[in-house]
């Protein structure tokens, strides 16, 4: 369960990430048309999230600083291997246990 957990926040984490760079100016300049896929990922997406609220209302409250620290690590882990700056590697383990703590409900 607590995995599963710390590796959505790791995606949320790579995500931010992936904000620092120039390549969402890239994909801005792109337009894409909403399609029945598209729909119909929207009811997937509530489901997760459903199950993500359920998962955050059973963690303890060592379990999510648990969590935060390691959505933490893991995104400075992913900025490192990308070869980002040390500046880009502090931002984007800040922004990855800032995006955990609201996730997580912790102040």
Not at 78 to 84: E, K, M, T, Y
């Amino acid at each position: 369960m607590n995995k599963n957990f710390i590796l959505a926040i790791a995606a949320v984490s790579l995500a931010a990430l992936a904000g620092c760079s120039d390549s969402q100016q890239a994909s801005e300049a792109q337009t894409t048309q909403p399609t029945a896929a598209a729909a119909a990922g929207s009811s997937t997406e509530a489901e997760a999230m459903k199950t993500a609220e359920e998962l955050v209302k059973s963690m303890t409250p060592a379990q999510k600083t648990a969590a935060i620290g390691d959505a933490r690590t893991a995104a400075e882990a992913a900025a490192r291997a990308a070869g980002q700056s040390d500046a880009l590697i502090t931002q984007a383990g800040e922004a990855a246990a800032d995006a955990a703590q609201k996730a997580l409900g912790v102040q």
